[in-house]
């Protein structure tokens, strides 16, 4: 067992910034909820393969690296370098964050209602908007959470999105984060908040994105509130540097009859690991987690997922596949908890991982927990390679055995893409993963 010497001086010092800076704006709320989160983070220290819900994913070069704040100074960014990652025309609300600081000149609300907000976090919180204060680090704990509690102690800009009651957002609302590696280690802590009231519709992407191969980390915390009726479809892609660390945490809070659904599409990094938690609150709720991991060379992705069905007469379905080549390595917890009270629940869950390669590994965890006794609760994975009659039967209809194995692969990850909204948004996504095949011939249009 590799022990874990912490470089936490960087964060100590980043913390007494971020303390300073609250207590002379006089937000004593966010300063109190800063100092637990960073006490919590001193007690947990970095998690290590001895951890349960970390023994497949090892974070010890992390932990070894002494991390710097990122953009001081600030690194420019160009209008043409984030135009690789936006989904085109649809991006009618797009709010751009680089290096963790909001940026207003790469950013566009042009044609969002005027009824909602949509801003930098920061800028909220020193208005005193009353919303921040009454969600923000309400719903992702940080008790058993070291890196949610070292974003919550260190959080500094991210995006506020607040849709009123009765509100229905027909635009997509891209929010952007983007990294530029500096020539020593840097770390941003984005902190994103949604809220939804009763009865709204909203329709939200998030984009993580390097723009070189230096080593960084991206830690960040995303909170979701859905409240009564409301309708909530959220998208995640990452698409970090080679050499990034990408901690992330996506915590959903539904009330009742509400309807969620979350994509992760995971298409970069060096080591990735993205908790999603979700908690039905309310009679009626639906909630569907699904996701796509495709990677190569050493990339390691650990999805880990647990849905706490809380009140009866709910839904949630979680799909989440692995396309894996190389030595890459993809990792699968989910976790199901059915409380005593919560009668009727219909809950489904599904891991499929797809390996290219001899040299690639899949671990699946599908998990259940289920206290109440009227319910229908399935669970199930599968780890495997190509069919070879499948590729057979392609070969035999004139295809050359690369382009057979691209075709069934594309086919395996789109049915993933598939429903993610809107159309440009999964153009965007399908681009992505025909571009993440092992090399075909066979050319793009012949494999839609």
């Not at 964060?11 to 006089?26: D, H, L």
């Not at 952007?176 to 909203?202: E, F, G, M, W, Y």
């Not at 945490?249 to 908790?275: E, K, W």
Request: glycine residues 6%.
């Amino acid at each position: 067992m590799v022990e874990v010497q912490e470089k936490t001086d960087a964060f100590v010092s980043e913390f007494r910034r971020c303390e300073k800076n609250a207590t002379q704006a006089g937000h004593d709320w966010l300063f109190a909820i800063r100092g637990k989160a960073f006490a919590r983070f001193a007690e947990l220290g970095f998690p290590t393969t001895r951890d349960e819900e970390w023994q497949n994913t090892n974070v010890a070069s992390l932990a070894k690296t002494a991390f710097e704040p990122a953009g001081r100074p600030p690194n420019r960014v160009t209008a043409e370098q984030v135009k690789p990652f936006t989904f085109g025309a649809a991006d009618v609300g797009r709010l751009v964050f680089v290096d963790g600081r909001h940026a207003p000149e790469l950013s566009s609300l042009d044609g969002l209602p005027n009824e909602i907000t949509v801003a930098s976090l920061a800028s909220v919180i020193r208005s005193g908007h009353a919303t921040v204060e009454q969600h923000l680090s309400k719903h992702a704990g940080f008790e058993d959470q070291a890196f949610t509690a070292l974003n919550t102690a260190l959080m500094e800009d991210g995006a506020f999105v607040h849709v009123p009651k009765g509100i229905v957002v027909e635009q997509l609302i891209h929010i952007i984060h983007i990294s530029t590696a500096a020539k020593t280690p840097s770390v941003t802590h984005p902190r994103n908040l949604i809220v939804a009231d009763a009865s709204s519709q909203v329709v939200i992407a998030e984009t993580y994105a390097g723009l070189d191969d230096g080593v960084y980390l991206t830690n960040t915390v995303t909170e979701i509130v859905a409240h009564d009726n409301a309708v909530v479809d959220h998208c995640k892609v990452v698409r970090e540097g080679e050499r990034s660390y990408h901690m992330s945490t996506l915590q959903i809070h539904q009330y009742r009859d509400t309807t969620t659904t979350s994509h992760a599409f995971m298409m970069g990094g060096s080591l990735t690991r993205n908790d999603v938690n979700a908690v039905l609150d309310g009679e009626g709720g639906t909630c569907t987690l699904n996701g796509l991991s495709m990677l190569d060379g050493t990339q390691h992705v650990d999805n880990h997922l647990r849905v706490d069905h809380a009140k009866p007469h709910c839904d949630s379905r979680e799909f989440f596949k692995n396309v894996l080549d190389g030595a890459s390595r993809g990792v699968f917890s989910g976790r199901i908890v059915v409380h005593k009270d919560a009668q009727k629940t219909d809950a489904k869950q599904s891991n499929m991982s797809l390996l290219l390669s001899d040299k690639s590994q899949a671990d699946s965890k599908p998990q259940l927990e289920i206290f109440a006794d009227d319910v229908k609760c399935t669970h199930g994975a599968t780890i495997g390679q190509i069919d070879k009659d499948a590729v057979f039967y392609l070969r035999s209809r004139g295809l050359d055995e690369q382009a057979a194995h691209g075709m069934l692969v594309y086919a395996f990850a789109r049915e993933s893409i598939a429903h993610a909204r809107p159309e440009s948004l999964r153009a965007h996504l399908e681009d992505l993963a025909f571009s993440r095949l092992p090399e075909t011939r066979l050319p793009r249009e012949d494999i839609s």
